[in-house]
């Protein structure tokens, strides 16, 4: 299996946190030296003053200043600023790369050359995980790395979260990380709807065309729970194995080696078109504002 990169939306956001905390850190870092020259400056101008009145013999103004002198060394040294860590969202990124990481495994130890996999496609509609384009169609993927029963109602999903010992920690958590209109979205209408809007680009020039999609749970301890009319083609939990035959068989187009490298010039160039339109739409509101 061949693998393009179409972006990293996760290194992208990850670098740009780790310059925000480089950034405070360096503010801290100034402010600290700032206070400790402050301080040594102050203890410094009480042992010239008290050397100064040693100098002159005024003995009674040598107390003085000797006490001053030495209520300055017993002022507390400022606290030497610590580099903060990755936080909670920065490990969300990380397990969320951990999980599309173990689906590129996956299909690179089982699929030939003649599939490529591409990542970080993006359009208006949001970003697709993965899209896989080969002999047996295309296939677009959202990658979820979360722990629990993963139940589903159509768009709505939710898992109950369990201990290793498989006590009940957390139940009916929502699965939704997108927000569209403020609105949260679901993984299936995460990977729907910039799936459609991208199956309908490619239907101007292939009209048969059909992506399948697919919404595959990675985490050790995902469990499948109840899934009720889910809206997309295929639900996996990677670590039970994935048929992968079986998935392709849900795929009703079939194309030509020709035709896969068509396709995937198409949706490179689409991206690279979208990626532009979208930079120059966040410009425009940056302008505006």
């Not at 680009?201 to 048969?208: A, G, I, Q, S, W």
Request: net charge positive.
């Amino acid at each position: 299996m061949r693998q393009i990169i179409l972006s990293d939306h996760v290194s992208d956001v990850l670098d740009e946190m780790n310059k925000r905390r480089e950034d405070r850190h360096a503010v801290k870092v100034e402010k600290y030296r700032n206070e400790l020259k402050k301080r040594q400056d102050s203890i410094d101008e009480r042992k010239r003053l008290l050397t100064e009145a040693w100098k002159r013999r005024k003995f009674l103004q040598v107390i003085v200043n000797a006490l001053e002198y030495l209520d300055g060394l017993t002022i507390a040294k400022p606290q030497i600023p610590f580099r903060e860590g990755p936080d909670e969202i920065d490990r969300k990124y990380l397990c969320g790369r951990e999980g599309e990481q173990k689906v590129d495994g996956y299909l690179g130890a089982r699929l030939s050359d003649e599939w490529i996999l591409l990542s970080g496609f993006r359009n208006f509609k949001g970003e697709i995980d993965r899209i896989l384009v080969g002999p047996g169609g295309i296939f677009s993927m959202e990658v979820k790395n979360r722990n629990g029963h993963i139940f589903c109602e159509c768009d709505y999903w939710t898992l109950d979260k369990y201990d290793r010992y498989g006590k009940l920690v957390e139940g009916n958590i929502v699965i939704a990380d997108g927000k569209e209109n403020g609105k949260r979205r679901g993984p299936s209408r995460q990977l729907n709807e910039p799936t459609d809007m991208l199956e309908k680009f490619l239907k101007r020039t292939l009209p048969d065309c059909r992506i399948c999609r697919i919404i595959i749970f990675t985490h050790e301890r995902a469990r499948l729970g109840n899934l009720d009319n889910p809206t997309v083609d295929d639900v996996i939990f990677l670590h039970s194995g994935w048929n992968i035959e079986s998935t392709i068989e849900k795929s009703s187009w079939r194309l030509k080696n020709p035709e896969v490298e068509k396709i995937v010039q198409k949706i490179k160039a689409y991206h690279q078109y979208m990626e532009k339109t979208m930079s120059s739409h966040r410009g425009g509101h940056k302008e505006a504002a």
